[in-house]
């Protein structure tokens, strides 16, 4: 049997935020998303930018968490284009 969003919620779940301050001043928000009876525990990131959208990342937050668990758990940055990104051990020197 196949559960809806309304289940969902009736079933209970959380919604874990964390936030971080980066080393260049920016802001994360670390959100980890949980359904009671689900082991996916699927995480979003959200990286301040000039052209960062809170409102629009916080009814993508609740869209992802409304939807249910799915079905494989991937995890997910916003506002981020992959040459954006740099590793750690590149940062270092």
Do not use: H
């Not at 969003?5 to 009736?10: A, C, E, F, N, V």
């Amino acid at each position: 049997m196949e559960t809806s969003g309304l289940d969902t919620i009736m079933s209970g779940g959380t919604i874990f935020l964390q936030t971080f301050t980066l080393a260049d001043g920016a802001v994360c928000v670390k959100v980890s998303l949980g359904w009671k009876g689900s082991d996916a525990l699927p995480v979003i990131s959200v990286y301040s930018t000039p052209s960062s959208n809170w409102k629009l990342e916080a009814s993508r937050i609740a869209s992802a968490w409304l939807e249910g668990p799915p079905a494989s758990v991937t995890i997910t940055t916003s506002d981020m284009e992959a040459g954006e990104l740099s590793s750690l051990a590149a940062m270092a020197g």
